[in-house]
C-alpha cells in the first residue's frame, strides 16, 4: 500500500518560513519522481516543485529563489523548505509520487499572514 504522508504546515506571517515534509512508503522511493503540488481555494492545482533525483530539480518560477526541494533516500522522506513567504503562498500543499502510476498524499494547509 502506498502512502505519502505530509506534515509541517501551519500558520505563518508573511517573510516567514515553513518545512514540509513527505514520508513515502510502498514505492520504489529512489526511482520515483517526487514533487510538491498545491491548490489554493478557487485554483488549480499547481507544479511547486519536483525532485528527480538527488541534484536534479525544477521549480515553478514564482517558487524559484524561495523555495528549496530536497529529499533523504535514507529516510524515503522528501523536503520542501519555504521561506520568504508571501500570503499568495496560502494553498493546500500536496505530495506527489510518480513511477508507473501516480500517487497523492492527503495535503497539508499552509496559511501566510499579511
Known amino acids: 500500500q502506498v502512502q505519502l504522508v505530509e506534515s509541517g504546515g501551519g500558520l505563518v506571517q508573511s517573510g516567514g518560513s515553513l518545512t514540509l515534509s513527505c514520508a513515502a512508503s510502498?514505492?520504489?522511493?529512489?526511482?520515483?519522481?517526487m514533487g510538491w503540488y498545491r491548490q489554493a481555494p478557487g485554483k488549480q492545482r499547481e507544479l511547486v516543485a519536483r525532485i528527480i533525483s538527488g541534484s536534479i530539480t525544477d521549480y515553478a518560477d514564482s517558487m524559484k529563489g524561495r523555495f528549496t526541494i530536497s529529499r533523504d533516500y535514507s529516510k524515503n522522506t522528501i523536503f520542501l523548505q519555504m521561506n520568504s513567504l508571501k500570503p499568495e503562498d496560502t494553498a493546500v500543499y500536496y505530495c506527489n509520487a510518480r513511477t508507473s502510476l501516480e500517487y497523492w498524499g492527503q495535503g497539508t494547509q499552509v496559511t501566510v499572514s499579511s
Open positions: 510502498g514505492i520504489d522511493f529512489r526511482r520515483a519522481i
